[in-house]
């Protein structure tokens, strides 16, 4: 069996069958385009039959002169499913109706008149093969009237012949329920003569379908006859939404999301005016289209209501009065995304449905709810209904929000009591998050994920296992990070979508004045250790993954915490080092938003020993010696240009044009169903491609032969747009320190820092571009010039031979 051959049969027959007996096979174009790797649907056809027609003897095969040996497993499968998939693929034509002649139009055989006494005796081994070696039962059609192709005619689905069933089902069912599992069901199991006999495999996929919608969710529409049924519907009706997401670092994507929910990319939204309901396609040609907010950074297109945010052709702009544009996010070259202050409502007063007393909106922790503002608890209220809350029997001051009242600033620990229209809502409150036990944590997978350092995960520029404290002002970390830490610490034991961890970052900096960017914070916990930053290898979607907390021995008295330490471990640290006879020491980060390291100092092996043995952490492993970033050089076939990286702005924006001259480009798969890819174009050198946003524009600068870092003598941050350190690397950094990175502000400007001394500059300075600003001063002057407390004061280096003011190495540096 070839390799093509065992992808076939674990896909189309030792998946569907581990769900009980088959009696279908739906070989869809999606499938295959993912298995071929094609960038078309020409392409796959190009490919598919290029790989049928190194069959020897194909002709004699299907004309059943060498059937196959009962001892042997099948090596025919790809016959099976190409006669399978030309009856169901897009490129079959509705007067495309006699088999044997669209068989020789894909392969240019002559089958006309052709004997196809080969097919059967394929399906019948292939029916024995897998009930005796796989267990699975193969309900194959009768071959009745059609003895030769009846029965392939018959197990495609969803083929000519079940399209016309569908054109009488949607005839029966109304417009506006055409896609209500209810109705679906009810027309089907009611409706005389709409599957014969001769439609086993329109049978087989309802009676699944049927079966699974009853059993509530919305597991039904990941069903074969669902999909099908779906994709014939929307050719007729336009129901899909247009989405807005936002991409790699801030910026926005848009989307046509199916009522499935399957997303499909688009360059903008006029690509989605053909599938979208009317009212909607009128106000993308208008250039003014309502968006609804969904919150977690996803927004989409509404026509029932008046909303603050609307997405807004560029051209337009100039029609709205400046004062009542809060913001705007550039979508592309055309549109922009606009957030309106204190819009008017609609002269026509929409009804609303009736708001249900009760606790929302909370983080869950087991079977309680985090108990630290902002992260607590609604309690939403009807309009003009009072309420009060108590907490251990006493009342407490709630603040007014919209739809309701919420906690105010706090740590809050217990059932809280709510009172309003004569009912008693109870909720438990904790005031941390738990640990996350082993089985439960979601893995960092290979095959699934693709980290954001990408080829330099688990790596460092050295693996010495060198301690050297930063000497720099250390600060502790402030309440926001602290309850952020522990809401991103509870919602990621399954991973979590980048934006949501991007929305709760927002949420948890609501109420500060002035704060990093959330893309700030989150670095921040990355190279912390806490998270691995992840983009998904089937889909263009990124999401945050737990790390397991482990431990790394140094010598005889030092054992080193690495990963998430939010308050439950570092208890339960505390815990064993007590028992242990150990000590635990908390080490704070380069500023209030970076996040503590913890270490435990034992006084000998044996007690080292004993913690290690009493915590049961993981010892973190050896890490892999850091090269310099070279991507890989393939020519990225079956991809287009879909951005532009602006170097001045940091972000990646809209661009298709078909040539790619000197710069950074994100490029999409053509059929969008795979990761995006980053490459790197320089003059006189070959093109570099990357499947992390973060190491392309690191690789692009150091490409381009740009100075990446300043090192000030005291930290470094970077020079410029966009660059970063891998985590990886920034985690080697802080175990040597034993001091985390963080945002620092400078002059009204934020920047992300790592604390440094002179030894790890010089090790990552050979992997790096990093220029040096610290030379020939006073070591003890350079830490008062880069300390946060001295800002603006000045001092007389006598070695330097000059007056230095503190904070204008770094000042210079952003």
């Known amino acids: 069996m070839s390799e093509l051959e065992g992808i076939f049969l674990e896909r189309f027959f030792l998946e569907p069958g581990s769900e009980g007996t088959i009696g279908s096979v739906s070989v869809n174009d999606d499938a295959l385009i993912e298995i071929f790797g094609a960038s078309d649907l020409s392409d796959l056809r190009e490919r598919f039959v290029g790989n049928l027609l190194q069959i020897t003897r194909l002709k004699a095969l299907l004309a059943g002169e060498y059937p196959p040996f009962a001892s042997r497993p099948p090596d025919y499968l790809r016959i099976l499913m190409f006669v399978c998939w030309m009856q169901t693929s897009k490129v079959r034509e509705e007067d495309d109706t006699d088999f044997r002649e669209m068989l020789g139009r894909h392969t240019g055989i002559n089958f006309l008149g052709a004997l196809m006494r080969g097919l059967n005796p394929m399906w ?76 086993p495999s329109f049978s087989y996929n309802f009676k699944l379908f049927d079966r699974s919608w009853k059993r509530g969710g919305g597991e039904y529409m990941q069903t074969t006859f669902w999909k099908a049924w779906y994709s014939f519907v929307a050719e007729y009706t336009a129901l899909e939404e247009l989405l807005i997401v936002r991409g790699d670092f801030g910026d926005h994507e ?314 439950a471990l570092v208890e339960r640290i505390e815990a064993a080092a007590s028992a242990a006879g150990g000590t635990v020491e908390i080490h704070h980060g380069v500023s209030q938003w970076a996040l503590p390291r913890v270490l435990v100092r034992t006084g000998d092996r044996d007690r080292q020993r004993d913690f290690v043995e009493r915590i049961g952490f993981a010892d973190e492993g050896a890490k892999a010696k850091a090269v310099p970033i070279k991507g890989d050089e393939h020519d990225a076939h079956g991809y287009h240009v879909v951005a532009r990286f602006e170097d ?71 020079s410029a747009a966009r660059v970063s350190l891998p985590s990886s690397w920034a985690q080697w950094a802080s175990s040597r320190t034993i001091c985390n990175a963080g945002a620092i502000l400078r002059s009204g400007t934020w920047s992300h820092a790592y604390p440094l001394g002179s030894e790890e500059v010089a090790l990552l300075s050979g992997l790096i571009a990093i220029e040096r600003s610290e030379a020939n001063g006073t070591p003890w002057i350079d830490r008062f010039a880069a300390s946060a407390s001295n800002s603006g004061r000045v001092i007389f280096d006598g070695r330097a031979g000059k007056i230095r003011r503190a904070g204008s190495a770094l000042r210079k540096s952003i």
């Not at 069901?185 to 439609?199: F, G, K, P, Q, W």
């Not at 907010?293 to 807004?312: F, H, N, P």
């Not at 919209?402 to 009591?417: D, L, R």
């Not at 001045?648 to 994100?666: I, S």
Request: aromatic share 8%.
């Open 124 to 199: 019948e081994h292939l029916q024995a093969y897998l009930s005796k070696e796989h267990g699975i039962d193969l309900d194959l059609p009768g071959i009745h009237p059609h003895s030769q192709i009846g029965r392939t005619l018959r197990i495609a689905f969803p083929t000519l012949r079940d399209k016309a069933a569908f054109k009488r089902l949607r005839q029966i069912i109304g417009a506006q329920t055409l896609l209500d599992p209810v109705e679906v069901s009810r027309a089907v199991n009611t409706t005389r003569d709409l599957i014969t006999e001769t439609m």
């Open 254 to 567: 848009l989307f046509r999301v199916s009522p499935s929910g399957e997303r499909k990319a688009l360059r903008g939204p006029e690509e989605a005016q053909k599938f979208v309901p009317e009212p909607i396609a009128k106000a993308i040609r208008s250039g003014v289209v309502l968006m609804e907010d969904l919150g977690w950074g996803r927004s989409r297109a509404t026509s029932a209501q008046e909303s603050s945010l609307i997405l807004l052709r560029r051209s337009r702009l100039a029609e709205c009065d400046d004062e009542a544009i809060v913001s705007y996010d550039n979508i592309n070259a055309q549109w922009l995304l606009a957030n309106f202050r204190n819009r008017t409502a609609s002269d026509v007063p929409i009804p609303s449905a009736r708001r249900v007393i009760g606790w929302r909106d909370g983080i869950r922790v087991g079977g309680a709810h985090l108990g630290r503002s902002p992260f607590t608890p609604i309690l939403s209220l009807p309009a003009g209904v009072a309420a009060t809350v108590s907490l251990g029997g006493d009342r407490v001051a709630m603040e007014a929000v919209p739809q309701g009242i919420s906690f105010p600033s706090g740590t809050y620990s217990g059932t809280a009591t709510g009172q309003a229209n004569g009912q008693i809502f109870n909720i438990l409150l904790v005031p941390n998050a738990i640990e996350t036990p082993r089985d439960r944590r979601l893995a960092f997978d290979r095959f699934r994920d693709i980290g954001e350092d990408q080829f330099h995960r688990d790596t460092a520029p050295s693996i010495d296992g060198v301690l050297n404290p930063w000497p720099g002002e250390r600060v502790k970390s402030c309440e926001d990070m602290t309850n952020i830490a522990e809401a991103l610490y509870a919602r990621t034991a399954r991973g979590l979508a980048f934006v949501d961890a991007l929305e709760i970052i927002r949420r948890g900096l609501s109420k500060s004045p002035s704060a990093p960017r959330e893309w700030d914070i989150l670095r921040t916990f990355a190279d912390a250790g806490w998270f691995d930053l992840t983009l998904v290898r089937n889909f263009p979607a990124r999401k945050l993954l737990q790390r397991p907390t482990s431990l790394r021995t140094v010598g005889a008295h030092i054992v080193m915490i690495e990963g998430p330490t939010p308050f």
């Open 648 to 718: 001045h702005l940091g972000f990646f924006a809209a661009n298709f044009d078909n040539e790619m001259p000197q710069g950074l480009y994100r490029l999409e798969r053509n059929e969008g169903k795979k990761p995006f890819l980053y490459r790197s174009i320089v003059s006189g050198k070959t093109a570099e491609n990357f499947a992390s946003p973060s190491i392309a524009i690191l690789a692009h600068h150091t490409r381009m032969r740009r100075q990446l870092f300043r090192y000030d003598g005291n930290v470094m941050v970077s």
